[in-house]
């Protein structure tokens, strides 16, 4: 074991600063999901869709900025533009024209709206975008790379995926975290998570609060995609990846839970690096592994709360 | 139950009808039919208001069987059972986990294991040779090498024939009462098991027969298309078969199969004219099923013919 440690150590680091970084984007998008699902109550397939939006706006508003002469500075501008542009456009509009109809509707119509929707967007990306790779790497090759100490050796790493990716992501944990328990507006949405109706009878104007955090979740998701562009070159499947991978976070985490959503992305993105350098053939296959491991032993997620059952 | 079944016989004559007068549909017909079968067994599970996300996996599962054994054993009717056996045969395995869930969680546990049957798939490569799919060697029936005209023709008689079958052992199944106790599930599952019913074990035998469907149509499938490839296997197929459940109405046997040929005629025909499009314009049909006539094509069929299935 020591032995294999010594041999491995220097990929096991690799792997370790590689799920990191990889971590970092899992949240950004399971985070979201979660939060619409808490409040609408709507699994939303397409949020993958808004990812892969994001990423190619983020890359095409790079391209452009670039191809104007601006610094190299105005590409991370153009990622933050991005998932603003992506939030508040697609957001509302689908909010408003799409899942309002459907509230309370039966689950499984629910889904498939958002399903439809899905298929819809993957064509408006192929549309738009065209199938041939898209790929704009300045803000992370701008940053350059850091030698990570690593025992005798050192890991020369991309202080983009080092620092910029974990860092956006606990600032949005913590941010969510602090909105949520101590703003107004924070607390509402707690509260229609927790009871819509009762929430309703104090005075919170639950549609609204329903389109604001469709709109935030839609941001996340896009900006999870505009941060995930520099390290990736984008090609047309890549939001029915993301989608499913944070629906497997999301349920292992448990519904709702947001600080559940960061440890369990932690553990999925670790998992999956050690996988992509040790045994490559099982790369995709980890995260689920870990999922239904968990939903063996803690069928409502590892910090989901166990409703009780109605009569 | 008459009029359903005479509507399904009329249905039948029209298909066969329409293989005859243009020969071309016929391989998409015979694609149609199989996954309808298919979505009789996503029909059995939504009747306990669970969705899988994750049946194509059986249908892969049937796919992949007929692929591998093939070559070594090129008998069509020994095949189909055996695809239909070992999709029966994972979807107990599987089945045994994921009853103990439900709604989301049973979709999502669904499309988690898909997954990892896609990935396996896909990433197996010495195995599957991955995204490229195998190439299904050719098939003897009963003993008999055709040429390649009987043999569409064939195919299309057996996808046919075991589509009545299925069709009408589910309609069967749902008015039995494990079938009513299906919808027991869905109302309330607690009353259920205060009468002394297990709500696992009635989930689990429609989810082992809807798994022994998937891995029917997959074959089929395969047999027809004469090429596999993990895509079948994808989360988006399994949406697919969901899809076309509700597009077609999730009250009927009849449903299905309305739905999967109508589904399969819409991609042919958009894809073909709009190459790049032919998703959206199936998500648009979707949303407007969905949103104006959420009885799916049966419900305005049998509104029109007052039937009541």
Redesign the interface.
């Known amino acids: 074991m020591v032995g294999w440690l010594q041999d491995n150590g220097l990929l096991l680091g690799l792997a370790a600063l590689d799920g990191l970084a990889y971590a970092a984007l899992v949240f950004m998008v399971a985070v979201g999901l979660n939060l619409v699902f808490g409040v609408l109550r709507i699994v939303n397939v397409a949020h993958g869709s808004l990812f892969a939006i994001g990423a190619y706006t983020a890359a095409s508003l790079g391209l452009f900025f670039a191809s104007q002469g601006l610094p190299p500075l105005a590409g991370y501008f153009a990622l933050v533009l991005a998932a603003a542009l992506v939030g508040a456009l697609l957001g509302p509009l689908i909010e408003r024209f799409l899942l309002r109809r459907i509230y309370g509707h039966e689950e499984v119509l629910q889904l498939l709206v958002t399903f439809a929707l899905f298929m819809i967007l993957e064509d408006v990306q192929k549309l738009v975008w065209g199938v041939q790779p898209v790929s704009q790497d300045l803000p992370m090759t701008y940053l350059g790379t850091i030698d990570v100490p690593f025992g005798d050796d050192v890991i020369p790493f991309t202080k983009y995926q080092l620092f910029v990716l974990p860092g956006i992501a606990v600032a949005t944990l913590v941010g969510l975290a602090l909105f949520l328990r101590r703003t107004l507006a924070g607390r509402m949405i707690v509260a229609v998570t927790a009871d819509k109706e009762a929430a309703t009878a104090m005075g919170i104007d639950a549609t609204r609060i329903m389109l604001l955090t469709f709109t935030a979740g839609a941001a996340l998701a896009a900006l999870g995609g505009a941060l995930a562009s520099p390290t990736t070159s984008l090609v047309p499947g890549v939001g029915a990846q993301t989608i499913v991978l944070s629906f497997a976070v999301v349920a292992t985490a448990g519904l709702g839970q947001i600080e559940g959503a960061a440890l369990t992305s932690l553990m999925m993105g670790l998992g999956r690096s050690v996988a992509v350098y040790f045994a490559p053939e099982f790369e995709v296959v980890v995260p689920y592994l870990i999922m239904v491991a968990v939903l063996l032993v803690r069928p409502q997620g590892l910090f989901g709360v166990l409703e009780t059952r109605r009569v | 139950m008459i009029a359903e079944g005479l509507i399904a016989l009329v249905g039948a004559g029209v298909l066969l009808a329409v293989a005859i007068a243009v020969p071309w549909l016929k391989f998409v017909l015979t694609i149609a039919l199989a996954k309808g079968i298919a979505v009789l067994g996503i029909l059995l599970l ?1 009747r306990a ?1 669970q ?1 899988s ?1 994750g049946h194509a996996m059986f249908l892969a599962t049937g796919a992949y069987t007929v692929a591998f054994l093939a070559p070594a054993m090129p008998e069509a009717l020994l095949l189909i059972p055996l695809g239909g056996l070992f999709a029966g045969l994972l979807g107990l395995l599987v089945g045994l ?1 994921v009853v ?2 439900r ?3 049973f ?3 669904n ?3 898909s ?2 049957l ?3 798939l ?3 490569y010495h195995l599957t040779k991955g995204t490229d799919g195998i190439r299904v060697a050719r098939a003897t029936y009963a003993g008999f090498d055709l040429p390649r005209e009987t043999q569409e023709w064939l195919m299309f008689a057996i996808a046919l024939g075991l589509a009545a079958l299925f069709g009408t052992l589910v309609a069967a199944y749902l008015r039995s009462p494990m079938g009513r106790a299906l919808a027991g599930i869905k109302t ?4 259920l098991e ?1 009468l002394g019913v297990s709500a696992r074990r009635v989930l689990l035998f429609a989810y082992v027969a809807s798994a022994v469907m998937g891995g029917i149509a997959g074959t089929l499938v395969a047999l027809t298309t004469r090429h596999v490839t993990p895509l079948l296997g ?3 197929s399994s ?1 697919e078969l ?2 076309i459940a ?1 597009l077609g109405g ?1 009250g009927s046997a009849v449903g299905a199969f309305l739905g999967a040929v109508a589904f399969e005629l819409v991609r042919v025909y958009a894809a073909a004219s709009v190459a ?5 314009i ?3 049909v ?2 407007l099923v ?2 104006f006539a ?1 009885g799916g094509l049966w419900g305005i069929l049998a509104g029109r013919l007052k039937v009541r299935a």
């Open positions: 939504l208001g969705v996300f986990f103990r869930y709604d989301i969680f979709g999502m546990l499309l988690a294991i997954m990892v896609y990935s396996l896909e990433k197996l309330r599952e607690t009353r205060f994808y989360w988006t949406g969901v899809f509700i999730a790049d499009a032919w998703q959206m199936l998500g648009g979707l949303l969905i949103l959420p």
